[in-house]
Structure formats: C-alpha cells, structure tokens
C-alpha cells in the first residue's frame, strides 16, 4: 500500500487493527533493481529476497530520481542537509523569487520513499514542496540486509541498502 506519509500509514493501520481485529506487520517499502551478471544480462530483482548471493552478479543499479524541492531560502541549509544525508547529489538551484529557493537533487529512489518527505516537512516547518521524475538506473554499491528473528532471516524484513550505510540501518 502506499500512503501519504507515515502519519497516515499510522491511522490506516491502527484502524484496520481496531475495526476488523488484523495482525499488521509494516515493512519498508522496497523498489526495483537491475542485476548485471557476469555475461552481461541485465534482470530486474522486485523483492529483496530475490537479489542472488555475492559474487553471482557483476553490479546491481538503483533507481534515481531528481527532486525539485521548493523552500523560502531559510531553509536552504536543511534541505541541503537532509538530501546529503540521503546520498542525494546536488544537480543545480534557482532563485525564481526573492526568498525563494529551488533546489535539484539527483536522489535514489529507495532513499525517498521511505520518509523523506515527512522530514522534509518537519523541518521547513510545512513550507518546502518537491516534484520528482526518473532520472534512469545507476550503478552502487548495495548489499542485502537480513533481519534475524531467532536467528532466521524473516523474508518481509529483509531490505537492501548501500553498503555504507548497513551497519546503521540494521541496528
């Protein structure tokens, strides 16, 4: 399901739990990567439990998208925090009015869904707005993160993540 936010996804929840008695388990959303293996196919892997073991694929590209993200220019240092800290690349910025910023980021698609837009809000105070399309498939360096429970990987937890970011996310 896609929400408007994890506010919302919160509501939803709760009701389904409430009104019609259901046991929810909320993962991460998760996106589609291209695998390169070592003839040169490309497939595309939808579920994190579908990328192959290490060494049995060349690359693995990521989706990316670029953000247009429109703020008064007071924020422009949050901003810029917030999609660094998302390893998003900084594509350009225009001023189209006085007080006015827009910022073009270059962002993986994986790192904008999941709350991006949440903390973008929070931390403008409500002001920013953002627009994005798909830029194409680039390659990085990712790795599966397995979620242990009783020391079996649980499929519905398992995510993949950039390898330098893995020891943060699975704690």
């Avoid at 980021?105 to 903390?119: C, G, N, Q, R, T």
């Avoid at 242990?148 to 699975?170: E, F, S, W």
Wanted: proline share 6%; with cysteine.
């Amino acid at each position: 399901c896609g929400f408007l936010g994890l506010f919302h996804m919160e509501i939803i929840q709760e009701r389904l739990e409430r009104e019609y008695d259901l046991d929810i388990i909320a993962t991460a959303p998760s996106v589609r990567y291209e695998i390169v293996d070592e003839e040169g196919a490309v497939s595309v892997i939808e579920s994190p439990s579908e990328l192959p073991e290490d060494g049995s694929f060349v690359e693995i590209r990521e989706p990316w998208m670029r953000v247009q993200i429109f703020t008064p220019d007071e924020y422009y240092g949050v901003v810029m925090d917030l999609a660094t800290k998302r390893r998003g690349e900084l594509a350009g910025q225009e001023y189209p009015a006085p007080g006015r910023v827009v910022l073009s980021y270059d962002l993986p698609l994986a790192e904008l869904i999941v709350d991006f837009y949440d903390k973008l809000k929070s931390g403008t105070r409500g002001y920013a707005s953002m627009d994005y399309d798909f830029v194409g498939y680039k390659p990085s360096k990712l790795v599966k993160l397995d979620v242990l429970v009783n020391k079996q990987p649980v499929d519905a937890l398992t995510m993949i993540v950039h390898k330098d970011l893995a020891y943060g996310r699975g704690q």
